[in-house]
């Protein structure tokens, strides 16, 4: 079973809302920094936001500032990804993975990661 998964990926109209999900098994998310990040196709992957093990988040992509947010409920092992007015140029496959307590900008810091999830924008 995969360490993290994610869901709540999907086709939505430019303007749109998703809110996509990570769901951990296997670990209690309590003592990890959880961290989004995408990948559009020709593209290299970039950091998109960050949730430390104590809630603060950091915000890797100027793009997505005002418009996606992140949170976390440990109860549930779960990070989500809200993500308003949505644009074309947000498409790619979102991926969530695990770091130390605090987040990073660097990929590498990430040792577990999910399968991604497609998300499309376009009318």
């Known amino acids: 079973q995969l360490p993290l998964v994610e869901s709540g990926g999907g086709l939505v109209q430019p303007g749109g809302s998703l809110r996509l999900s990570c769901t951990a098994s296997g670990f209690t998310l309590d003592y990890y920094a959880i961290g989004w990040f995408r990948q559009a196709p020709g593209k290299e992957r970039e950091g998109v936001l960050c949730?430390?093990?104590?809630?603060?988040?950091?915000n890797y992509a100027d793009s997505v500032k005002g418009r996606f947010t992140i949170s976390r409920d440990n109860a549930k092992n779960t990070v989500y990804l809200q993500m308003d007015s949505l644009k074309p140029e947000d498409t790619a496959i979102y991926y969530c993975?695990?770091?130390?307590?605090?987040?990073?900008?660097?990929?590498?810091?990430?040792?577990?990661w999910g399968q991604g999830t497609q998300v499309t924008v376009s009318s």
């Open positions: 993975a695990r770091t130390g307590p605090f987040c990073s900008d660097l990929s590498s810091s990430y040792d577990r």
């Open positions: 949730i430390s093990s104590s809630g603060l988040s950091t």
